[in-house]
């Protein structure tokens, strides 16, 4: 069974930065796109954006030009790189593979406040 684990959330107040990480147990990891996602309050869990086996993210347009995504292969990690962040950038943040999901982890609490 695939384990995702998020990690590097936390409080910051508004315009900062942070940079979470996905990681996985399996050892075919390289292979799949990985996706971002994040469930605010009160709100569904949101499409944020994805990259490709290769390296070819894809963000929505809400938070384009704020975040990034990078993968590093050595690593059999994900990035998720985001910059002037905002109070409704608040949620949990969570990964997956969008096209053969497995369990969701526990994802990791941004809160972003003055």
């Known amino acids: 069974q695939v384990q995702l684990v998020e990690s590097g959330g936390g409080a910051v107040q508004p315009g900062g930065s942070l940079r979470l990480t996905c990681a996985a147990s399996d050892k075919i990891f390289n292979i799949y796109t990985m996706a971002w996602y994040r469930q605010a309050p009160g709100k569904q869990r949101e499409f944020i954006g994805d990259?490709?086996?290769?390296?070819?993210?894809t963000i929505r347009d809400s938070v384009k030009g704020r975040f990034t995504i990078t993968r590093d292969h050595a690593k059999k990690t994900v990035y998720l790189q985001m910059n002037s962040l905002k109070p409704d950038d608040t949620a949990v943040y969570y990964c997956n593979r969008p096209n053969a999901m497995v369990p969701w982890g526990q994802g990791t609490q941004v809160t972003v406040s003055s």
């Open positions: 990259i490709s086996s290769s390296g070819r993210p």
